[in-house]
T-cell receptor, first 112, second 114 residues
Framework: NAGVTQTPKFRILKIGQSMTLQCTQD?????MYWYRQDPGMGLKLIYY???????DKGEVPNGYNVSRSTTEDFPLRLELAAPSQTSVYFC???????????FGPGTRLLVL | AQKVTQAQTEISVVEKEDVTLDCVYE???????LFWYKQPPSGELVFLIR??????QNEISGRYSWNFQKSTSSFNFTITASQVVDSAVYFC???????????FGIGTKLQVIP
C-alpha cells in the first residue's frame, strides 16, 4: 500500500492564480481531511469528508473548496491564491471519525 | 467544546535523560480517543499511539510510554533514555472527524542535545 499520496510536493503561485492540490489514499478509508500548517504552528483543519459525495467545513475553510467524487481522491482547490495561503498542506485519511489518521507527505505552497 | 493543552512549548534535554511531555484534554464526552503524533524536522507526521479513555493502563513501546489518567484528563508521554533522533515536535490530538472538527495545537518541540 502506498498509503496517502499528495502532489505536488512544492509549488509557487502568483497572487490570484488557482491550483488544485491532489490527495489519494489506497486504504479504502471513508474519512479524509485537509490541514494546513503555518511555520511553527500546529495543524488547522480546512475541510474533511466522511465519504464520497459528502464534505464539511473545518476550522479555516475560507479560500478553499473540496470535492469527493470517489473514495480514493480528495482534491483541494485554491481559486484565488493569496499570500496568507502560503503554508504546508497535509492530507490525511482514517477509517472512522475516531480512527487513526494517516498523513500524506505534505505539499509546500508559496504564494508570491 | 473540546480543548487540548500542551503547556510545554519547547523542551531541551541532554541525550539519555528521560523526558515527559504533558497533554491535557478537556471535553464533555465520557468516552473518547486521543492520539500522539511525531513531526521530525523532515516534516512528515508519524502516528505514535491511539488510546481510548476507557483504558487507563500504561502503554509501553520500547523507550516510549504513555500514561492516561481520565480523572485529571491527562495523557502524558514519556521518552526514556532520550536520543538525538527523538528531536521533533510532538502533538497530542483528539480525532478531527465527525462533530469534533478539532485541530492540532502547536505541540511540544523537543530538542535532545548530544
Amino acid at each position: 500500500n502506498a498509503g496517502v499520496t499528495q502532489t505536488p510536493k512544492f509549488r509557487i503561485l502568483k497572487i490570484g492564480q488557482s491550483m488544485t492540490l491532489q490527495c489519494t489514499q489506497d486504504m479504502n478509508h471513508n474519512y479524509m481531511y485537509w490541514y494546513r500548517q503555518d511555520p511553527g504552528m500546529g495543524l488547522k483543519l480546512i475541510y474533511y469528508s466522511v465519504g464520497a459525495g459528502i464534505t464539511d467545513k473545518g476550522e479555516v475553510p475560507n479560500g478553499y473548496n473540496v470535492s469527493r467524487s470517489t473514495t480514493e481522491d480528495f482534491p483541494l482547490r485554491l481559486e484565488l491564491a493569496a499570500p496568507s495561503q502560503t503554508s504546508v498542506y497535509f492530507c490525511a485519511s482514517s477509517y472512522s471519525s475516531q480512527g487513526t489518521q494517516y498523513f500524506g507527505p505534505g505539499t509546500r505552497l508559496l504564494v508570491l | 467544546a473540546q480543548k487540548v493543552t500542551q503547556a510545554q512549548t519547547e523542551i531541551s534535554v541532554v541525550e539519555k535523560e528521560d523526558v515527559t511531555l504533558d497533554c491535557v484534554y478537556e471535553t464533555r464526552d465520557t468516552t473518547y480517543y486521543l492520539f500522539w503524533y511525531k513531526q521530525p524536522p523532515s516534516g512528515e507526521l508519524v502516528f505514535l499511539i491511539r488510546r481510548n479513555s476507557f483504558d487507563e493502563q500504561n502503554e509501553i513501546s520500547g523507550r516510549y510510554s504513555w500514561n492516561f489518567q481520565k480523572s485529571t484528563s491527562s495523557f502524558n508521554f514519556t521518552i526514556t533514555a532520550s536520543q538525538v533522533v527523538d528531536s521533533a515536535v510532538y502533538f497530542c490530538a483528539p480525532p478531527s472527524g465527525g462533530y469534533q472538527k478539532v485541530t492540532f495545537g502547536i505541540g511540544t518541540k523537543l530538542q535532545v542535545i548530544p
